[in-house]
């Protein structure tokens, strides 16, 4: 029942004012009655706003007061629809309408945590990935530094030189384009607080961080590479199909991209290995 | 007389060869495992149809130097392990394969 009641909630018309988002070139439409709110995804988004062109999913959201603040995120498959709960919000998804809705404090991290998840999602579907990665684009070329926190993410996007386009210092967006790879910019920092330009490049190649005594790249066996590349990929989904199919999806791009260890020092030196 | 012990892989996993490695994730909870070179041998073969103690006489005493009774006391270690992670399904009857048998990975 509570499925059915969902499913209609979905098929209602959407109302209120709007904005639509595009992340990794997916616009993304969120109706609000709520002005401010949507005034406060506007600033928190800037670079990422869509105006005019058509959404590709809709989601009507719906501002109260977290039921359970501390519950720990559960995204789960269910009667057709996907569900994303957490303390502070509970979301639920129509992959076949591409209408959802969802129920939120009137927060930025909660709408940005649905963001991230339901890209995810998106993702997991067409072979690409949402990784815990810096990235940026230099010469045409996009480069992926992943790595966990402390690694260095930060401070390699932080020494990046003026020719170099930002696309994130915390979460890159790698979606799979025919034989090649691209990253997208994404507004999801790290502790650089700053946005990621929203533009994309094919990917040339991921680096695993590590902080060393002098600059230095080193080569990564494929298992090496995949159990890295998978620590660093983001998926929260309990849903066995969709788990191997990333796997699987991981193990092509290890195949496919060039991976290297990198220890770097902490100075723009490093950047000249990054042609 | 002990009974005989039949594994299979799980259809709930995906698994990877990458070089002399295997690599395994749960579909259930996104654990990744590596297998080492003879627990590969044995994930190769657990198409369940083949005793455990078979796969231990015709690959891996068979390749590596070792005694049989110790090779299939660690391979049944190995195995019964595997299935706690729901990687390997063991029976002691063999499992009925209704079409051809399935390859690693798929």
């Given at each position: 029942m509570e499925t059915r009641n969902a499913v209609q909630e979905l098929t209602t018309t959407l109302a209120g004012a709007e904005i639509t988002i595009e992340i990794g070139g997916v616009p993304i439409c969120v109706h609000s009655t709520d002005s401010s709110f949507l005034e406060m995804l506007e600033r928190r988004y800037a670079g990422f706003v869509n105006w005019g062109g058509s959404a590709e999913f809709d989601f009507d959201i719906e501002l109260a007061e977290p039921a359970a603040a501390d519950a720990d995120l559960r995204v789960t498959w269910d009667a057709g629809l996907w569900r994303v709960e957490r303390g502070d919000f509970a979301a639920v998804f129509d992959p076949h309408s591409r209408k959802g809705r969802i129920r939120q404090s009137p927060n930025p991290y909660s709408i940005d945590a649905v963001f991230r998840i339901l890209h995810t999602l998106l993702l997991a579907q067409e072979g690409g990935f949402l990784l815990h990665a810096a990235s940026a684009i230099r010469n045409g070329k996009a480069f992926v530094f992943a790595g966990v926190s402390g690694a260095g993410k930060t401070t390699i996007a932080s020494l990046a030189p003026p020719d170099v386009t930002l696309l994130t210092d915390e979460i890159s967006y790698i979606r799979k384009d025919g034989n090649r790879y691209l990253a997208f910019g994404t507004?999801?920092?790290?502790?650089?607080?700053k946005l990621g330009e929203n533009v994309s490049a094919p990917l040339a190649a991921l680096y695993l961080l590590e902080k060393g005594p002098q600059n230095q790249t080193a080569p990564v066996t494929a298992a090496d590479a995949s159990r890295a590349f998978l620590a660093n990929v983001l998926f929260f989904a309990e849903d066995p199909k969709l788990v191997r199919s990333v796997f699987h999806s991981a193990c092509e791009f290890v195949g496919q991209v060039p991976i290297h260890r990198l220890a770097f020092l902490p100075d723009s030196s490093v950047w000249e290995m990054l042609t | 007389m002990s009974c005989k012990l039949y594994v299979e892989r799980s259809p709930r996993v995906a698994a990877r060869k990458l070089g002399d490695e295997v690599m395994i994730m749960s579909g259930l909870d996104s654990t990744l495992f590596t297998l080492d070179e003879v627990a590969t041998i044995i994930w190769e073969a657990a198409?369940?149809?083949?005793?455990l103690e078979e796969i231990v006489d015709s690959k891996i005493c068979a390749q590596f130097e070792v005694e049989r009774g110790e090779a299939l006391l660690d391979a049944t270690e190995l195995v019964e392990g595997l299935a706690g992670h729901g990687i390997l399904l063991l029976s002691s009857e063999p499992v009925i394969m209704p079409n051809s048998p399935r390859k690693a990975g798929q």
């Open positions: 507004p999801f920092t790290g502790e650089l607080g | 198409d369940g149809s083949i005793p």
